[in-house]
């Protein structure tokens, strides 16, 4: 007897229904991550001025950006002349 191949994956599939809530954090995670690697194109930028031009809160912008970094998406940049802020760019 030969086992289809993704038979178990269509079957969990058919019988899991993913949930709405986890659906609508998927899209709201797609957009951010399109609005935050738009925004790198024009330049480097801290996370305050990603903050005030996404017009999302800091710890939202903090939690985007750092998920980027994990996969490779955005690496740091330079350090401000203070020591205080780092910026951020797209991973070439």
């Not at 969990?12 to 229904?17: F, G, V």
């Not at 801290?46 to 031009?53: E, F, P, S």
Request: no cysteine; aromatic share 10%.
């Amino acid at each position: 007897m030969e086992a289809e191949k993704g038979k178990t994956h269509k079957y969990l599939r058919d019988k899991r229904e993913i949930p709405e809530t986890v659906k609508e954090n998927l899209k709201h995670f797609t957009r951010v991550k399109k609005f935050i690697l738009e925004s790198l194109r024009d330049g480097e930028m801290t996370i305050d001025q990603l903050a005030q031009k996404l017009e999302l809160p800091k710890n939202e912008v903090i939690f985007f950006l750092m998920t980027l970094i994990k996969y490779g998406f955005v690496q740091t940049g330079q350090i401000d002349d203070m020591d205080e802020y780092y910026s951020y760019k797209l991973k070439q």
